[in-house]
């Protein structure tokens, strides 16, 4: 069974046309259900884990072993950074490893190691980089705090997940040039009820 929001991924890819697409990329965070719904629809897609949050997960790592604001952390998490951007994803786990706890499974570290592991293939950057390809969903995501985010968290708002969600889809529709369809689609789900 297709998940609603599996649902409304594959409906959007369709009106815009991804399918014909000649490169098509799907950019995640590295969570496991990101992969499921772009292997399950999109199994032709090219898969990068933005280059962002690898480095935020190595930052961590760095602030858990040299403590936050050292400047041995700065420098630990530099190096780190240089190794990823040159796709050096043996030379980060090597380091990781030197911090990682046997029998330690919370150890920031050996998390780390592991995220690095499952999401490898996806971290290709000078292959990306060399395709042309985008490695970084921060335009994406800045949009949607400016667009949603500062439309949801003015002061005083207190939203139910109810109420977010519908002004959510209201603006979103209306952003997207959407905004009569969307009542459309509400009032055909209502004759149907």
Request: aromatic fraction near 8%; proline fraction near 2%.
């Amino acid at each position: 069974m297709v998940s609603p929001f599996a649902a409304r991924v594959d409906r959007e890819a369709d009106r815009r046309g991804f399918s014909k697409a000649k490169r098509q990329v799907v950019i995640g965070d590295g969570a496991a259900w990101i992969w499921r719904i772009a292997s399950e629809q999109f199994p032709e897609a090219t898969q990068i884990v933005d280059r962002f949050h690898v480095k935020q997960h190595i930052s961590d790592v760095a602030k858990d072993i040299y403590g936050a604001g050292s400047e041995r952390a700065r420098s630990w998490a530099d190096e780190r950074n240089c190794e990823l951007d040159d796709g050096k994803i043996d030379g980060i786990i090597a380091a990781l490893l030197i911090h990682a706890g046997a029998e330690d499974e919370d150890n920031e570290a050996r998390k780390c190691m592991g995220y690095l592991d499952r999401n490898r293939a996806r971290m290709d950057y000078p292959q990306f980089r060399k395709n042309g390809l985008c490695t970084s969903s921060g335009v994406v995501e800045a949009g949607c705090k400016t667009a949603v985010g500062a439309r949801t968290k003015r002061a005083g708002m207190h939203w139910t997940v109810n109420g977010a969600n519908a002004i959510i889809a209201l603006r979103c529709g209306r952003l997207s040039g959407r905004f009569e369809d969307f009542w459309e689609r509400r009032a055909d789900a209502r004759k149907a009820a």
